[in-house]
């Protein structure tokens, strides 16, 4: 949960995991909490705000995570995979050998526009149109049904831990990012003024759904190290 305002929510988040089996709860910048209020609110589900994590920012939160998901009411300018919360629990139960994210924004605006180009996938609860923004708890426990669910369904996954040690993670990808655009301003491909915001946002989209692998982040910025030194030269 990133930026939670109201610490009720927390609460009634944390009984909503505890309700469906679920107990890694993670809170990025809330700001309340701890709070009597999230515990009333939680009911029973203590245990799970006592083992929550509390991280000053996405960047320390998704460091180690090799999927995220990230939840939004509204469909963006660029395409990124959209998922429905049965296929989002799917994926995630399909692939329980991943660190998975799953993440929902503030009570009022949600995930920004820079939180959401952290994600692999959009996840999108389908709604009335006309009244389509979901309380945030509500938006937890309707996920948090669907994975158990799936969880369910699948009965016990076989978690493939060799590939998924392969994969970058947060921590790895974001890194690569920044590099990426150093190279690219020290070469002139882009501009500080003049350059789209679009056109950065349509860069990382290449990358992020292209599942990489350490070693492919490795030759990556192997590459860009290259031509970094022959534009000092």
């Not at 309700?19 to 009333?40: F, Q, R, T, W």
């Amino acid at each position: 949960m990133v930026g939670t305002t109201h610490p009720g929510n927390i609460g009634a988040a944390a009984r909503a995991m505890k309700n469906m089996g679920l107990s890694d709860l993670g809170l990025v910048a809330p700001k309340i909490y701890p709070s009597a209020e999230a515990n009333a609110r939680a009911a029973g589900a203590d245990d799970i705000l006592d083992r929550a994590q509390v991280f000053a920012s996405l960047d320390e939160a998704l460091a180690d995570r090799q999927q995220i998901i990230g939840a939004s009411a509204r469909l963006r300018t660029i395409s990124w995979p959209q998922l429905d919360p049965k296929a989002c629990a799917e994926k995630v139960i399909g692939n329980a050998d991943l660190k998975t994210a799953i993440l929902f924004g503030r009570e009022r605006t949600g995930l920004s526009n820079d939180e959401l180009e952290r994600c692999h996938y959009l996840l999108n609860i389908p709604c009335n149109p006309a009244f389509s923004s979901l309380n945030v708890a509500a938006a937890v426990q309707v996920v948090a049904y669907e994975l158990f669910q799936a969880a369910q369904a699948a009965g016990s996954p076989v978690a493939d831990a060799e590939a998924a040690s392969l994969l970058a993670n947060g921590e790895e990808l974001e890194s690569f990012h920044g590099h990426l655009l150093q190279t690219l301003h020290s070469i002139g491909f882009l501009h500080e003024k003049k350059s789209s915001p679009m056109l950065v946002r349509r860069l990382r989209r290449i990358f992020m759904r292209s599942g990489l692998e350490k070693a492919d982040i490795h030759i990556l910025r192997g590459i860009l190290a290259a031509v970094q030194k022959r534009t000092r030269l």
